[in-house]
């Protein structure tokens, strides 16, 4: 490729940087230690699961209620839609350098605000879309608001709120990486490393165990997804 | 703060906002801006030419449109970071690498917006078309494409804007626009004005982009506001 004749230093990596990758994968020294593949894997997905955990504490109630009470759908859109045009690169590095400290807790503050649109989204649409007619069947036979809510809205709401759970997950899980630009944790030091000592075949390793990890976490997240969504409703419309 | 002259003076304030900042690195602020337009520009207008037929063909095979989207998801769950690192080793640290990955992204998000705008058009629309004689071709560009313009048009408005935030991760290789700054800033002993700076610039890029885009969707599509009104 011409990119690559133009750089002579990259021209030399192309050559065998697949054989040099697949012996990085069968180097068992690059598996152990503080930053060898099993440690940044346990701390890629801790990182994940704090940061989703936060932003469903947040997320959850106040989408369930707001689709409950059926208002601010107008909140929830522009949320989304800001969340998008917000670099998470920029927010991972601005709580980087912020007053929260080092190590992971400024990282996982910034995931967990990134997983809040796509909660707070599907729990809002999930409620607030459920069947008018179901709600005044229950409303008809006593039931108070409280008990609508729990026995009728939350049940129909479970396959929406399990998508955004789903997107929330593989999503966080893929910014994760980020955060070792910023002088974070999880796999993503794999990549910063590889580039900073232009060890090209620990990159594209890293580059790898990344997608491979966020395919699989997509893969298990379906399949809870699936799992808890009554038999009745499986062949619903699903919002991803 | 209560801290002695001596270690004030190690320690200068570090304001998350300085107008000075700005004035003293214009040049290298505009700089970052412009490869920032320029990387995002050329991203969604490849990936625009990219996906237009890809959808087509989707549209008029169903049997390719489930593989499409299946692929499009599979690539959409791969993180930036790990395609660029991915595709470096090959590429070059150079602004290419950084153009695929952002061509592919955006690509995915057009696609999907164009087929489901193709497949939105009434049936009975397509029938009257046809019974006036209309052929494949003027079908698609007088017919199909009018009606489909409001998502396709939905779909590049949310390909700029995811564009834009992506681009900033093209640091890794050296071409991340905004984002050269801001990890400069990061380096360069936690500088938050160049930070901030950088990240604001990026939203208003973003939200002027979107701007701009909403109003040429307005510009071409005149019975759109008619029928809201």
Known sequence: MTAVAALPAFAADGEGILQRTITWFNDPLNYR?????????????????????????????????????????????VVSNLSRAIPTLALLTIFAVGDLGFGNRPTILALAIFAIPPLLANAFVGVSQVDPDARDAARGMGMSGWQVLRDVELPLAVPLVAAGLRTAVV??????????????????????????????????????????????????????????TPQALRRGRLVT | MVVGAVSAADQPPNPWFSLQFARENTSAIVAALQEHVLLTVVAVVVASVIAFPLAVLAARRPRLAGPVLGVSGVLYTIPSLALFAILAPFTGATRTTVLIGLVLYALLVLVRNTLVGLQSVPDDVIDAARGMG????????????????????????????????????????????????????????????????????????ALVLDLVLLVITRAFTPWARRSAS
Do not use: K
Not at chain 1, 189 to 202: A, S, T
Not at chain 2, 161 to 187: E, K, R
């Open chain 1, 33 to 77: 230690g503080p930053n060898g593949v099993a440690a940044l894997t346990v701390e890629h997905l801790w990182i994940t699961f704090a940061a989703v955990v936060l932003a469903c504490a947040v997320a959850l109630p106040v989408g369930i209620w707001m689709g409950h009470r059926g208002r601010g759908g107008t909140l929830v859109v």
């Open chain 1, 171 to 228: 999503q966080v899980c893929a910014t994760a990486s980020l955060a070792a630009l910023v002088a974070g944790g999880g796999l993503g030091v794999l990549i910063n490393l590889g580039f900073g000592q232009r060890r090209f075949d620990e990159v594209l390793a890293g580059g790898l165990l990344i997608a491979v990890l966020c395919l699989v976490l997509e893969l298990v997240m379906a399949t809870v997804q699936r799992a808890v």
């Open chain 2, 134 to 205: 209309y052929g494949p071709g003027r079908m698609l560009w007088q017919v199909e494409l009018p009606v489909a313009l409001p998502a396709i048009m939905t779909g590049v408005r949310v390909a700029t804007v995811s564009t834009v935030a992506l681009v900033t991760v093209g640091v890794i290789v050296g071409y991340g626009g905004l984002g050269q700054l801001l990890l400069a800033g990061f380096q360069n002993n936690f500088y938050r004005a160049e930070i901030m700076t950088s990240t604001v610039l990026t939203v208003a890029l």
